[in-house]
């Protein structure tokens, strides 16, 4: 009688937990160049807010069968969760310094509306859309598949809320609690409405009448990078803070800047819908829409300084250069790591 050996899974989906959970932090701060390499112990008070808000939606989109529209409508709730409530950067219009809420500031929202597309988009794509996206190519044959059994989740959910509880009473302590009433049901109503919207979508299938062919990983990944760049230099373009070291403070209307925000990411994400309905989209597709966003992340930190802390010049060139070193060699193992009929589907 022969005994049939089934390996342990576990290390592994954990191991992909723990990479989701330290790489969405890693991509939101460290690569966009907030935070510099000396600050790497941030990782521990921004990972359970970061980390466990992409590997809980990850979780939830996976678990309940749902595919990308889920993720990227739960991403966005994430966003305002965070800005609204937790760093509050919605209502303070000198958060870490900087004039951030200036240019189109409305008195009678208390906030501003250009401001508010621009942080939604970098949350919704850079600080969980493509940390998934990257952690799941890298994942090969669990992509799709559950990391975390019902405790870890259950554990994922309380790191996630003691983390943003941490941040926001950080906040609370520089900038006091800017949070009034109709602030807080006009945000929870939001956050809640994209949520019920989110799991309310479905997966997205292959269209049977599509017969034009899906453009190839590298046409995507190009076109990925030249729309957040154009996303990223739009808003250096219109900043007022004072942060960076070039100013062109454009003479944009706030209105206009709002539907160009509108029109751009609206454009991206129909294309993306209805590419991802032809015959042959696959997950390369998605790992080169992941890369042209990292890769925009990456040269652009060259052009910010930290924010909320004082580095050397030198040591703020030195860590561009290792996380922008890091996230090409993340992005040719994730490649690699992709199934060959993934790489291949495009030439059937």
Do not use: C
């Not at 969405?24 to 966009?32: D, G, K």
């Not at 017969?211 to 739009?234: D, E, I």
């Not at 060699?329 to 291949?344: C, E, F, G, I, M």
Request: glycine residues 8%; proline residues 8%; hydrophobic residues 55%.
């Amino acid at each position: 009688m022969t005994t049939t050996i089934h390996p342990d899974r576990r290390l592994p989906r954990l191991a992909s937990a723990l990479g989701l959970a330290l790489l969405a932090p890693l991509i939101a701060e460290f690569l966009l160049g907030s935070f510099p390499l000396t600050s790497l112990h941030l990782l521990l008070v921004t990972a359970p807010l970061y980390g466990g808000a992409a590997l809980l939606i990850r979780e939830i989109v996976r678990r309940t069968g749902r595919g990308w529209p889920t993720m990227f409508a739960l991403a966005l709730a994430y966003g305002i969760f965070a800005e609204a409530l937790v760093f509050q950067t919605f209502w303070n219009p000198d958060f870490e310094g900087l004039r951030i809420l200036d240019y189109g500031y409305v008195p009678a929202l208390g906030t501003s509306p250009p401001w508010i597309m621009y942080v939604l988009g970098i949350h919704t794509i850079w600080s969980i859309s493509v940390p998934i996206a990257l952690a799941e190519s890298l994942s090969g044959p669990r992509r799709t598949t559950p990391w975390l059994g019902t405790p870890g989740l259950i554990v994922t959910a309380v790191v996630f809320v003691l983390g943003a509880g941490l941040i926001f009473l950080s906040t609370t302590a520089k900038a006091g609690n800017l949070i009034t009433a109709p602030r807080l049901i006009l945000a929870l109503l939001a956050v809640g409405a994209l949520l019920t919207l989110g799991l309310r979508l479905g997966q997205t299938a292959p269209s049977p009448q599509a017969r034009a062919a899906v453009p190839s990983p590298w046409a995507m990944g190009a076109l990925s990078l030249t729309a957040t760049t154009l996303f990223m230099l739009f808003h250096d373009a219109t900043d007022l803070s004072g942060r960076l070291p070039y100013r062109l403070a454009l003479p944009i209307p706030a209105w206009l800047s709002v539907a160009i925000y509108a029109a751009l990411l609206t454009a991206a994400l129909a294309l993306i819908a209805r590419w991802s309905r032809y015959p042959g989209w696959s997950q390369a597709h998605l790992l080169a829409l992941a890369g042209g966003a990292t890769l925009t992340y990456a040269w652009h930190s060259f052009l910010w300084p930290p924010i909320g802390t004082h580095t050397s010049p030198a040591i703020d060139l030195a860590g561009d250069v290792v996380f922008a070193l890091m996230a090409l060699v993340l992005l040719v193992t994730a490649a690699r790591r992709l199934p060959r009929h993934s790489q291949r589907r495009r030439n059937k």
